[in-house]
Antibody
Framework: QVQLKESGPGLVKPSETLSLTCTVSGGSISSNYWSWIRQPPGKGLEWIGYVYYRGSTNYNPSLKSRVIISVDTSKNQFSLKMSSVTAADTAIYYC???????????WGQGALVTVSS | DIVMTQSPDSLAVSLGERATINCKSSQTILYTSNNKNYLAWYQQKPGQPPKLLIYWASTRESGVPDRLSGSGSGTDFTLTISSLQAEDVGLYYCQQYFTTPWTFGQGTKVEIK
């Protein structure tokens, strides 16, 4: 059974860069698309972007200028970097596996990231 | 972007009764070449990530009870819980995967009356 787990700082200062890593276990990252999705406290879900295991990416245009998603197949991990964060970026960040048809069949437990000085 | 709008925002249903959640997309998410609707449904419980329930608008994920069913085509979709059980309480989201950016509905909260 594929499992995903997010890791990274839970507190980031405004204007700095948010960095999270998702570690995949129970299966290989060398297939499928791998996504980041966020959920502000008490609000809905927003897709941030995905990386294909071969390295190609696709980002939500609303965040594209600030986001980089990368993959490290040797570590079975993929990562999110979001620059110039503000309080509006405070959210639970989920990593998720997309099937080849792009719905999400496995999710991590989520990591709360708070942007505050 | 394709906007997904769910209704109602919340509903309270008695145990054993039917619950119906609607999801409308701002443009068709039916791909005519394969006749598939690119729509998924998820359930989210407090403190947990969303869980995939249904994809292709009506195909249940493995392990999902058959009291949950999805229907609809084009721009209008429905998730039905035929006989509400206590474990069905939670938030439900629809999601389109027809075109990026993938987008979700705002969510519908299901409670027990």
């Amino acid at each position: 059974q594929v499992q995903l787990k997010e890791s990274g700082p839970g507190l980031v200062k405004p204007s700095e860069t948010l960095s999270l890593t998702c570690t995949v276990s129970g299966g290989s990252i060398s297939s499928n698309y791998w996504s980041w999705i966020r959920q502000p406290p008490g609000k809905g879900l927003e897709w941030i972007g995905y990386v294909y295991y071969r390295g190609s990416t696709n980002y939500n245009p609303s965040l594209k200028s600030r986001v980089i998603i990368s993959v490290d197949t040797s570590k079975n991990q993929f990562s999110l970097k979001m620059s110039s964060v503000t309080a509006a970026d405070t959210a639970i960040y989920y990593c998720a596996r997309e099937t080849n048809w792009n719905y999400f069949d496995h999710w991590g437990q989520g990591a709360l990231v708070t942007v505050s000085s | 972007d394709i906007v997904m709008t769910q209704s109602p925002d919340s509903l309270a249903v008695s145990l054993g009764e039917r619950a119906t959640i609607n999801c409308k997309s701002s443009q068709t998410i039916l791909y005519t070449s394969n006749n598939k609707n690119y729509l998924a449904w998820y359930q989210q419980k407090p403190g947990q990530p969303p869980k995939l329930l249904i994809y292709w608008a009506s195909t249940r994920e493995s392990g999902v009870p058959d009291r949950l069913s999805g229907s609809g085509s084009g721009t209008d979709f429905t998730l039905t819980i035929s006989s509400l059980q206590a474990e069905d309480v939670g938030l439900y989201y629809c999601q389109q995967y027809f075109t990026t950016p993938w987008t979700f509905g705002q969510g519908t909260k299901v409670e027990i009356k």
